[in-house]
């Protein structure tokens, strides 16, 4: 990837050091791909910031916002209503088919996690106040925040001050790594240590992702969520999955808990809602947490820009280009044959540890964090933008690539692995 050229910029960076210019410089984005300053087009397996889910530019989308923008951009919906908010809120009840949830917008994917789980202290602190405790994968990754931060588990977040007195108890996938990390073993090792944690602690709120993007985009067990659902009824605690990223239509179903049948009490969204065009994020809260929150009292949160009518208005047309383009069908299909293709290729290859995905998530991960790097560098340079997590690389492309492209992206990563291993 070409080095930052306007290093002397005042520009600074999230996750980066405040000097830390590296990487390109895009300067366009349409359909599934980017332009970079030196004109080098890739093919965008990365969505943007994983949330451009149909593509860039996608003109209904754009044309919604900017006409909302025009007619009225915002009102303070601790104020006021606006219509785009209303029926933002009853398309998503639609789509999710639970009838007696209830959404709360908000404008990142932090916000949207931190409104859940003070959703889940409330309830907590009307029925029994003693469970404050929360439980959450060691390898998740819920936001950036400091009470975010302090519910990961990762290197990058283990800095962050637990200054909120919660007790965060972790859940580890032990000894399993690669394809072991979707085995029933792990299955039974991580219900079983939630069970010993929700038997022998005040925990009362159990946060996870389904799938654990930043932590190495690792897919869970199969059955595990339901696993985790049961443990949850048995012991009276509360489940709050993270679909920051998984939501909406990225694991080829509008939510990813739709693939295991389980229903959580609190659900966290953002990425895929406004197909990137501006920042939205919201919470749907099932009505049997909000008929136990003490009779009159609020829910104390609330942004500037929540739910702005332009934010809404924009979420309002991705939902419908995404129903008339067929883009949660087209993310299942795509991302099997991408999958299929890529265990084909790269299974048991050297260098390679796992090739793993759901829908249009799919992970190849590498023996190293600096081949993954390198990998990801290589391909870039032969046309696809890749993201690297850890020794992961990330694919996440968009709903709307085409079979061309598809092959493309495969090619590229195929060779890019092939040459990085050849070279050391
Ligand atoms: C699973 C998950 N949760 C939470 C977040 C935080 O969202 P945001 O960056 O919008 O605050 C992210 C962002 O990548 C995420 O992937």
Not at 31 to 43: E, M, N, Q, T, Y
Request: contains cysteine.
């Amino acid at each position: 990837m070409s080095s930052g050229e306007e290093t002397a910029s005042a520009l600074g960076r999230p996750w980066r050091a405040p000097h830390d210019h590296s990487g390109p410089t895009f300067v366009a984005g349409q359909g599934a791909w980017l332009v970079d300053r030196g004109g080098h087009r890739v093919i965008d397996a990365t969505s943007g910031a994983l949330n451009v889910f149909c593509g860039h530019g996608v003109e209904p989308i754009v044309d919604a916002y900017l006409s909302q923008l025009r007619t009225l951009a915002h009102v303070d919906m601790a104020q006021g209503l606006t219509g785009p908010a209303h029926r933002l809120a009853d398309g998503l009840r639609d789509i999710r088919g639970h009838g007696g949830d209830r959404f709360f917008f908000a404008n990142s994917g932090s916000e949207a996690i931190e409104l859940a789980v003070g959703l889940s202290s409330r309830y907590w602190a009307a029925v029994d106040s003693r469970r404050t405790g929360i439980v959450t994968f060691e390898r998740g990754y819920h936001g950036s925040t400091a009470l975010c931060q302090s519910l990961s588990g990762l290197p990058q977040t283990s800095s962050a001050p637990d200054r909120f007195g919660v007790r965060v108890h972790h859940l580890t996938f032990g000894e399993f790594t690669g394809a072991e990390q979707r085995s029933g073993a792990a299955r039974e090792h991580i219900t079983a240590q939630l069970r010993t944690v929700l038997a022998g602690s005040a925990a009362g709120t159990v946060l996870v992702e389904p799938f654990l993007n930043v932590g190495g985009g690792i897919r869970l067990p199969e059955g595990l969520l339901g696993d985790i659902r049961r443990a949850c009824d048995e012991y009276g605690a509360l489940l709050v999955l993270d679909e920051v990223f998984t939501g909406v239509g990225r694991t080829g179903a509008w939510f990813a808990h739709e693939h295991t049948g389980v229903r959580p009490d609190l659900t966290a969204f953002s990425k895929g809602l406004t197909n990137g065009v501006c920042a939205l994020s919201a919470v749907a809260a099932d009505h049997r947490v909000l008929d136990r929150l003490p009779a009159g009292s609020i829910v104390p949160y609330g942004h500037t820009m929540s739910a702005s009518a332009a934010a809404c208005a924009a979420a309002n047309a991705t939902l419908e280009h995404m129903r008339r383009t067929g883009a949660v069908a087209a993310a299942r299909a795509i991302g099997a044959r991408l999958l299929s293709a890529l265990e084909r290729e790269l299974r048991g290859t050297d260098g390679v540890v796992d090739v793993r995905g759901h829908g249009l998530a799919l992970s190849v991960e590498l023996d190293g964090v600096d081949c993954a790097g390198n990998v990801q560098q290589v391909v870039y340079d032969l046309g696809a933008y890749t993201r690297q997590q850890g020794s992961t690389v990330l694919l996440a492309p968009p709903a709307c690539l085409s079979g061309a492209e598809e092959d493309r992206l495969v090619d590229h990563l195929v060779t890019g692995v092939r040459k990085v291993v050849a070279a050391r």
